[in-house]
């Protein structure tokens, strides 16, 4: 939650046009989206989603400190679980450290309610598809931020071209190497088209089947947030979602 490498998409995140929406955080953690969505990209709502007691409860705090928790509805408890809780809502149990904590049966209740939808976990946020697109509004759909790992080949640098291939000492061509100096130079690569037209296929299929109707998905587009670790980039996909109307 506190990776610096997360910062740009955060900064991205606090720029977003979200002027009126509402948005639902399936990840919150104890805020690191929710605030921005909040305090700078003028989201009416976010329903913040988190299954952590300990991270439920500082986001509370941080929502309190930033003036913002009357905008802010938090489901704790597991977001895949099919009716919900709220917190603070039910008497909270009280962990060792007396910080209250959300009641662990809590399951989450919302539909058809959100703009946009933020899937803020890797190296996968898959399993929370599904909730994702039931959280959309089915009659105007919306967005949704999907993160995800993806693995990427190394580029071997002959394939950049010989002015790129070769350095400044006339040095052989070898792989890039998986680092600041990859990401820098980092591109739309193909893997990461394929991932993203995938998720789109994959997420348009889900919405389809859950409301009984076509919709169509775009990749509006890909954030290469991080190098992970070795050829592997944490991605964001910004996914957009809409019903198709008959006429169209
Ligand atoms: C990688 S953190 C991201 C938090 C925040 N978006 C950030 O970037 O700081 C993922 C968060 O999702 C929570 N989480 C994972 N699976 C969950 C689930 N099924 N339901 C609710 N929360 C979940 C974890 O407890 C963790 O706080």
Redesign the pocket.
């Known amino acids: 939650?506190?990776?610096p490498g997360?910062i740009t998409?955060?900064l991205r995140v606090a720029s977003l046009p979200c002027s009126g929406e509402v948005v639902v955080?399936?990840?919150?953690?104890?805020?690191?989206?929710?605030l921005p969505f909040l305090v700078h990209a003028g989201a009416a709502f976010v329903h913040a989603?988190?299954?952590?007691s300990h991270?439920v409860e500082a986001l509370h705090r941080t929502l309190l400190l930033n003036g913002v928790r009357d905008r802010c509805h938090i489901?704790a408890?597991?977001?895949?679980?099919v009716s919900a809780a709220t917190w603070p809502g039910t008497p909270p149990r009280c962990s060792e450290g007396g910080i209250p904590s959300p009641p662990l049966s809590s399951q989450?209740q919302l539909q058809d309610v959100a703009d946009r939808v933020?899937l803020?976990?890797?190296p996968s946020s898959e399993?929370?598809w599904p909730?994702a697109c039931r959280v959309l509004k089915k009659d105007t759909g919306g967005v949704l931020h999907i993160?995800h790992n993806v693995e990427t080949p190394p580029v071997l640098l002959a394939e950049q071209g010989s002015a790129e291939a070769a350095s400044p000492g006339g040095e052989a061509q070898h792989p890039a190497e998986d680092s600041e100096k990859e990401m820098l130079g980092a591109r739309l690569r193909p893997e990461w088209q394929q991932w993203a037209e995938a998720t789109a296929t994959r997420i348009q299929g889900l919405l389809a089947e859950l409301h009984r109707r076509p919709w169509r998905s775009s990749v509006l587009h890909i954030e290469a947030v991080k190098s992970y670790a070795p050829h592997v980039h944490h991605l964001v996909l910004d996914l957009e979602c809409r019903p198709v109307l008959p006429l169209e």
């Open positions: 939650m506190f990776s997360n998409e955060k955080d399936l990840y919150a953690g104890i805020g690191y989206f929710t989603c988190e299954w952590n991270a489901h408890g597991d977001n895949r679980q989450l933020n803020g976990l890797i399993q929370g909730v993160h």
